[in-house]
């Protein structure tokens, strides 16, 4: 078959629904954007683990703490199943780290965001891995088998974690005037940035149209952002929380929440490397990275010698 009739046969089995699995032959941009999109995903959840590493040693008490720590390895945990469905289009994870040090590969832009109270970690559970859901419950779908099942695992800890996010904002808007005012900051400062995680609107999208035709992303990112509105505008109200947009308004005909433009100029600027954290998040990877070389050498040196052992009887 030549690569114009390979191509046609692909897209009939994603327009018939079917599931590509890493041994098929498959364009190679399809091949790319996957390898860009679940690279950069892998990243965005090891970096996430940054944020709220920092309240860790000062979480308010031993149940606090175990959830949070419990929650921080689960992210470990997708960002190692997200490596391995990564590599399986011939990249390893050696290189994928080292696109991530030099800028090359992106993360995620919330998490350049500092974690300034302890407020923080149940905005960060209740948005961040709220929109996480919203988007990886789409991608849960996609064609790409490696990446749908891994979605399907992952979204089942990331309930968790948006709950326990949510109990602790909750937990704060139960008590005291400071402790309310501690939670109503926190979202004021977590709104906007948690709206970007869809990236930009559909008409500034560069993969989107690509990516929904190969049924690699099945929604849009403003389809999906608006669902993440409506959720979490309501869960707010509920426990007595402002949304900090006074645009703001429910559209009874729609039957959606209307938000105010995004301030894309603030996302492209951290997208591109110049967030509060950017540089603090790259510089602490790469340090314990660093550090860490020690212990890959061991895990690996196994395998090097008998490599070695085995070159050496053949000669
Ligand atoms: N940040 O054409 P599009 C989590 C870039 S996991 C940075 O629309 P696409 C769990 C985009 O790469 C959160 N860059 O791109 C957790 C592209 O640049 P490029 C991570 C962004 O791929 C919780 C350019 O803009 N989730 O939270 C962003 O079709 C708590 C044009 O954009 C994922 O990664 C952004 N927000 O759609 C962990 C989900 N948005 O590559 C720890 C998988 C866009 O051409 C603690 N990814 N860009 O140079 C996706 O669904 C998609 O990649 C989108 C972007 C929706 C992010």
Same mark, same amino acid.
């Given at each position: 078959m030549t690569e114009e009739e390979k191509e046609k046969q692909f897209q009939q089995r994603i327009d018939a629904g079917e599931k590509i699995e890493p041994r098929d032959w498959m364009p190679e941009a399809y091949k790319q954007t996957l390898f860009r999109q679940i690279s950069q995903h892998a990243h965005s959840e090891i970096i996430g683990m940054q944020p709220e590493g920092n309240w860790l040693l000062r979480a308010p008490s031993l149940r606090a703490k175990k959830i949070l720590l419990a929650k921080i390895q689960d992210e470990a945990g997708h960002g190692l199943y997200l490596y391995s469905a990564a590599e399986t =289009? !011939? /990249? %390893?994870r050696t290189e994928m780290i080292a696109m991530l040090h030099s800028g090359k590969a992106k993360y995620s832009s /919330? =998490? *350049?965001?500092?974690?300034?109270?302890?407020a923080d970690m149940g905005a960060i559970g209740w948005l961040v891995d709220g929109a996480a859901i919203v988007n990886q419950t789409m991608l849960a +779908?996609?064609?790409?088998v490696l990446y749908s099942r891994a979605m399907i695992r992952i979204c089942k800890e990331e309930g968790f974690h948006q709950r326990q996010g949510y109990e602790i904002i909750a937990k704060m808007m139960n008590g005291t005037t400071a402790q309310r005012n501690m939670a109503q900051d926190s979202l004021n400062r977590w709104w906007e940035p948690s709206l970007m995680m =869809?990236?930009?609107h559909d008409s500034e999208s560069t993969h989107s149209k690509d990516s929904m035709k190969w049924k &690699? +992303?099945?929604?849009s990112n403003d389809t999906l952002r608006q669902r993440f509105i409506d959720r979490t505008v309501e869960q707010a109200h509920h426990i007595g929380?402002? &949304?900090? %947009? +006074?645009?703001? +308004?429910?559209n009874k005909t729609t039957m959606h929440w209307e938000t105010s433009e995004i301030n894309w100029d603030e996302f492209w600027s951290v997208v591109k !490397? *110049? !967030?509060?954290?950017n540089y603090q998040r790259i510089s602490h990877h790469i340090h314990y990275h660093n550090e860490g070389k020690w212990v890959r050498d061991c895990a690996t040196a196994f395998e090097k010698s008998r490599e070695k052992e085995n070159s050496s009887i053949s000669i």
């Open positions: =289009f !011939g /990249i %390893d /919330i =998490f *350049n965001y500092p974690t300034l109270t302890w +779908k996609c064609s790409y =869809f990236g930009p &690699i +992303k099945v929604e929380l402002t &949304i900090p %947009d +006074k645009n703001l +308004k429910y !490397g *110049n !967030g509060p954290c």
